[in-house]
């Protein structure tokens, strides 16, 4: 019979997640314990942004997800037009709408990666690199930037849309489809990635919210839990739009649920590109001391709900800048649940971690 | 199911490949309003020290140089360091006088690794061609002023 032992998983290795490591708790080859260890990328972002001004602290605001930056980048340039009491013009509005959501897929696309590799099916994530790289050629036309945009600043958006804003941005979400569709087809509909995934990672959608998880992994658990449709910023409550949801909850119904995911980004983006005007005002100007006060943020991103708080006690800077990232209870809390309730192998972590999709930079901060 | 995706995977091995060789066989990607190196103007430049101000990543300091500059009696012009630099733009929109631009040099023309070539002085500034300029103030200064949207 083989005895109890620990290992130590990560930070570098192929199935982590990430800079992350693990104190994993064997017996055999199940796995019966994950103990985090975070820290690897902690660079105390929060206090760096309490010490640079209002003007330019949203420059590091989103720099600590690189997949998908521009949620974050919409959460605080939200909080902070909360904090100077602006609102900013209804374009600025659907355009940071239509950032968020381009970042989503991309991310997703990303991601497609990390799920085809810990299955052994490389092929469909080159085809899912090639929808990200239109995303990107796309961002690098309107932004000026591939992957940290900074376009979305307190009172708007930074500059005025190019020449051809709609029609280019339509086609993009078309060209995105297609790719999709063929990287679904490969990917969800492959034997050998049903069998890797199937009853892998149970966890309901009711669970994982007490857990403190959001996002995918409690949509994919059958909860229609979105904070695009409970608590709606932006624009969102006036596109049309559905929230996918699973059924099982298992890394199967997670990634399913990504991929409808993105048909509903799509639907999103080609509803508001259709209010995204050239000409039309895009930005308030902010003044460079803002009134004491607090603003709060909450937005859906790709791997859940991103809350921003922004204390301002009247000065040159904020006083307290609080983001909480949805990555950490994935890794802490529901993914011990999921050790707990279920017989787990080392050949099955990779396949959890991947399904979970945690942003290792997003927990050290 | 596996026969559809071999042949799928035939029909992207026959389009055009995403990836591109920078720089051996093709150019970094460019588009017209990157955000890449600066252009300084020391014709306009007053020595303000704003762009030093608002820079996040304090990649600018402000250095005295020789000549005569009648709008700039002190002689003082930004120094960028561009490895420090993260292209914000923040310089170029917080600029009073329109004295700061950005090109579309970016990518490998850039990447050395001896950094005594990437802090560009304010003469080696002002020398960078003024038909690369991708981004200028109007593009990014609020137009809209009145609170209230």
């Excluded at chain 1, 603003?295 to 000065?315: I, K």
Aim: with cysteine; hydrophobic share 35%; proline share 7%.
């Amino acid at each position: 019979m083989a005895g109890s032992y620990t290992v130590y998983f990560g930070p570098q290795h192929p199935g982590a997640p990430g800079n992350i490591g693990f104190k994993l708790e064997l017996e055999g080859e199940r796995v019966v314990k994950a103990e985090l260890i975070p820290g690897f990328l902690h660079r105390g972002f929060e206090k760096m942004i309490e010490n640079r001004k209002w003007e330019n602290s949203y420059v590091l605001s989103y720099r600590f997800c690189v997949e998908d930056p521009d949620s974050l980048e919409v959460a605080y340039a939200e909080a902070l037009d909360k904090v100077f009491r602006v609102e900013p013009p209804e374009k600025a509005r659907y355009f940071r709408m239509i950032q968020a959501e381009f970042s989503r897929i991309a991310s997703h696309m990303f991601w497609v990666h990390f799920m085809a590799g810990s299955t052994g099916l490389r092929t469909p994530a080159y085809w899912a690199s090639a929808a990200r790289e239109e995303i990107l050629k796309w961002f690098a036309w309107v932004t000026g930037h591939r992957v940290y945009h900074n376009f979305s600043v307190p009172g708007g958006i930074r500059g005025e849309v190019p020449e051809g804003f709609g029609e280019r941005t339509t086609q993009l979400t078309y060209l995105v489809e297609d790719i999709v569709k063929d990287v679904e087809k490969a990917l969800l509909g492959n034997r050998v990635f049903k069998r890797r995934t199937r009853g892998v990672g149970v966890i309901k959608g009711d669970v994982a919210l007490k857990l403190g998880a959001t996002g995918p992994v409690v949509r994919g658990g059958g909860l229609k839990y979105d904070t695009r449709k409970i608590a709606p910023y932006e624009r969102y409550d006036k596109v049309s739009f559905e929230i996918p949801v699973g059924e099982v909850g298992d890394s199967y119904d997670r990634a399913l649920v990504r991929f409808r995911e993105v048909y509903e980004s799509l639907k999103i983006i080609r509803q508001a590109v259709l209010e995204v005007r050239r000409g039309e005002p895009y930005r308030v100007k902010v003044p460079l001391t803002a009134p004491p006060g607090r603003g709060y943020a909450r937005v859906e991103a790709a791997r859940g709900e991103y809350t921003v708080h922004v204390v301002s006690t009247g000065g040159r800077s904020p006083y307290r800048v609080r983001f909480k990232s949805p990555s950490l209870p994935l890794l802490t809390t529901v993914l011990n649940y999921i050790l707990e309730n279920e017989e787990v192998t080392i050949a099955d972590l990779p396949v959890i971690f991947a399904s979970l999709d945690p942003c290792a930079p997003d927990i050290d901060r | 199911m596996v026969l559809s995706t071999i042949v799928k995977s035939i029909e992207y091995m026959l389009k055009r490949p995403y990836t591109r060789l920078v720089p051996a066989k093709s150019r970094p990607f460019k588009t017209e309003r990157l955000r890449g190196a600066h252009l300084l103007d020391m014709s306009k430049c007053t020595g303000c020290s704003m762009c030093q101000l608002v820079c996040p990543a304090n990649a600018i300091d402000m250095v005295e140089v020789e000549g005569n500059y009648p709008q700039n009696p002190r002689r003082r012009f930004p120094r960028i360091d561009l490895h420090k630099c993260t292209y914000c733009g923040l310089c170029v929109e917080y600029c009073p006088f329109n004295a700061l631009y950005m090109t579309s040099i970016t990518g490998f023309e850039l990447y050395t690794r001896d950094k005594k070539t990437t802090l560009k002085t304010p003469l080696e500034l002002s020398k960078v061609d003024p038909s690369l300029i991708t981004v200028r103030r109007e593009m990014l200064a609020v137009k809209e002023v009145k609170p209230g949207g």
